[in-house]
C-alpha cells in the first residue's frame, strides 16, 4: 500500500483509540507484508497482546485464502482473546486503486466488565437466563499453524505414527482448506510433522485441486 495512504490509517486509528480509551484496540495490517508479520501500527496492543511485526488473526487469514470470495467488511463481531477477554471487533478492508484489498483497519474493544455490569443489571431486571453463543477465540497467525494442525489430527482420530497415506492426504488436506498454508514457512513445518517430504506435501494438495477442477 501507497505509505502516504498507510500513515493515514495510522492517523485514523491513533485518534479512535484515544478517542475511546485504554480499552480500545486499534490495528492497521499492510498486506504486501506476510500474513503472519502484517501488522505496521497497534495501538493499545495490550488489549489482545500484540504488537508492531506480529501477524493477523484466524478471522483475517480466513478471508485472505486464495479459495475465499471477495472480502467483505466484518462489523460488530465477537472474539475471545487467549486470556478470557471478550472483545467486539470490527474489520475493514482497504482497497487501492485496483480495488483490491491492500491493507485492514481493525477496532477490537474490551467488552468484559461491560458485560459483568450488564451481567449484574440483567438479573435484576430479568426473570430468564437467555441462550447466548460462545465467541470465537481470537487466534494470532502464528499459533493458528498448530491449532489447525491439532485439529487435522483430530479429524483423523489417529496419531501421525499409526496413520495411513490416505489418513495424511485427508489431514493435509484439511490443512489446505482451512488456509494453513498461507502462514510463512507453513509447508516445512507440515511436512516434517506427518513425516514425508515437501514433494509428497504439495501433490496431496495438488490432487485435490485437480478433483475439484473436474467437478466444476
Same mark, same amino acid.
Given at each position: ?10 492517523? !485514523?486509528? *491513533?485518534?479512535? $483509540?484515544?478517542?475511546?480509551?485504554? +480499552?480500545?484496540?486499534?490495528? =492497521?495490517?499492510?498486506?504486501?507484508? #506476510? ?65 483490491? !484489498?491492500? *491493507?485492514?483497519? $481493525?477496532?477490537?474493544?474490551?467488552? +468484559?466488565?461491560?458485560?459483568? =455490569?450488564?451481567?449484574?443489571?440483567? #438479573? ?65 513445518? !507440515? ?26
Amino acid at each position: 500500500m501507497e505509505s502516504g495512504k498507510l500513515e493515514a490509517l495510522r492517523q !485514523v486509528a *491513533a485518534g479512535i $483509540a484515544a478517542q475511546f480509551g485504554s +480499552s480500545c484496540e486499534v490495528v =492497521v495490517h499492510d498486506l504486501k507484508r #506476510d500474513p503472519d508479520h502484517s501488522i505496521v501500527a497497534i495501538f493499545n496492543g495490550h488489549v489482545s497482546g500484540r504488537k508492531v511485526g506480529d501477524g493477523a488473526s484466524n478471522v483475517v487469514l480466513e478471508q485472505l485464502r486464495p479459495d475465499a470470495p471477495e472480502p467483505r467488511d466484518h462489523l460488530c463481531y465477537l472474539m475471545k482473546t487467549p486470556d478470557g477477554k471478550i472483545l467486539k471487533c470490527s474489520t475493514i478492508y482497504i482497497r487501492g486503486r485496483s480495488g483490491k !484489498v491492500s *491493507a485492514i483497519l $481493525a477496532i477490537n474493544y474490551d467488552i +468484559s466488565r461491560l458485560m459483568m =455490569v450488564e451481567s449484574a443489571i440483567h #438479573d435484576l431486571v430479568s426473570t430468564e437466563e437467555p441462550q447466548t453463543a460462545e465467541p470465537e477465540r481470537i487466534v494470532n497467525v502464528t499459533d493458528l499453524l498448530n491449532d489447525l494442525i491439532e485439529q487435522s489430527v483430530a479429524l483423523v482420530g489417529k496419531p501421525v505414527a499409526l496413520m495411513t497415506k490416505d489418513d495424511k492426504v485427508k489431514a493435509i488436506r484439511f490443512l489446505s482448506q482451512n488456509g494453513a498454508f498461507l502462514v510463512t514457512k507453513s509447508g516445512d513445518k !507440515v511436512a516434517k510433522y506427518f513425516g514425508i517430504s515437501k514433494y509428497t506435501l504439495y501433490s496431496y494438495i495438488d490432487s485435490k485441486q485437480q478433483e475439484e477442477k473436474k467437478h466444476d
